[in-house]
């Protein structure tokens, strides 16, 4: 055999070689939002997953409503999100196969600890008046994501339900970043003004400056976690065993165990309450 036939036969190998190390990993990619990444959960439950199932995950970490158009688009396998009547609506138009509850928190109204607005309590639609019932000139800054996240979804949904008329009252005060969690809340430290926050990316945030949290325990403020299948039928390349393995997994005593013990500082970040 000469010297070329060699190379031919060492290529063809090795071509054959990748071929099957690429066939035999196993990878997702699910279509997630900011808090379940920045929050650090994925970073602590998703090794516990691989090894027991030897799939990885790639995750696209993106405000809720991006998150499921992702989905929507057959880019992703998986939508794990936290706003219940979009994830509905998405499993009612056919994108998304089967919506699962897997985890809860709540959410948060961080604020500068001197509380210029007076909103200190455990009724966020009060708050929200207190602070769209300042003058203007002297209204403290509002920190909102404006991303069409879960929880930008939850904040609009409150100053509605406080009888506000964002429209009517937004100024220089209402600071729309567009952004994530993470980033939010460093506009809300820079600024030092309030924001609408899930606690599990407030707990895991540094930055914190002048802020603390100023409204929780309102019954309102309670944050669902959903997971859904993309549905293959419309998305032929979808992966469906695996997707569904891994949602299985969520729900399941171990998944539940996992997100049960994620905790920063000793406090549990995520709370699992998928139906058996």
Not at 93 to 111: H, I, P, Q, S, T
Not at 165 to 187: C, E, I
Request: glycine content about 10%.
């Amino acid at each position: 055999m000469n010297f070329r036939n060699i190379l031919t036969v060492a290529a063809t190998a090795a071509c054959l070689l990748g071929s099957a190390a690429n066939a035999e990993e196993r990878i997702i990619t699910v279509a997630s939002t900011t808090s379940t990444e920045q929050s650090g959960l994925f970073g602590y439950i998703l090794p516990i997953f691989e090894k027991d199932t030897g799939i990885k995950v790639r995750v696209v970490a993106l405000g809720t409503g991006q998150a499921l158009d992702t989905a929507r688009r057959g880019d992703a396998d998986v939508a794990f999100v936290h706003d219940k009547a979009a994830e509905e609506k998405f499993v009612a138009e056919g994108a998304g196969v089967e919506r699962k509850e897997v985890m809860y928190n709540d959410f948060v109204l961080v604020g500068p600890k001197a509380d210029p607005a007076k909103v200190a309590g455990n009724d966020i639609l009060e708050g929200l008046r207190r602070i769209a019932g300042m003058e203007a000139d002297s209204r403290p800054a509002f920190v909102s994501r404006g991303d069409k996240s879960g929880t930008h979804a939850a904040e609009l949904r409150y100053w509605k339900a406080a009888g506000v008329d964002l429209d009517k009252v937004k100024g220089p005060w209402y600071r729309d970043t567009g952004s994530g969690m993470g980033p939010s809340l460093n506009m809300a430290s820079s600024v030092n003004g309030y924001i609408l926050t899930d606690r599990g990316t407030w707990l895991a945030f540094k930055n914190r400056g002048d802020l603390k949290i100023l409204v929780e325990g309102d019954n309102r403020l309670f944050n669902q976690y959903g997971v859904i299948l993309v549905n293959p039928e419309k998305h032929p390349h979808v992966k469906k065993e695996d997707g569904q393995r891994f949602i299985d997994w969520l729900v399941s005593p171990a998944g539940q165990k996992a997100i049960a013990e994620y905790k920063i500082g000793g406090e549990q970040l995520f709370f699992p309450n998928a139906k058996s």
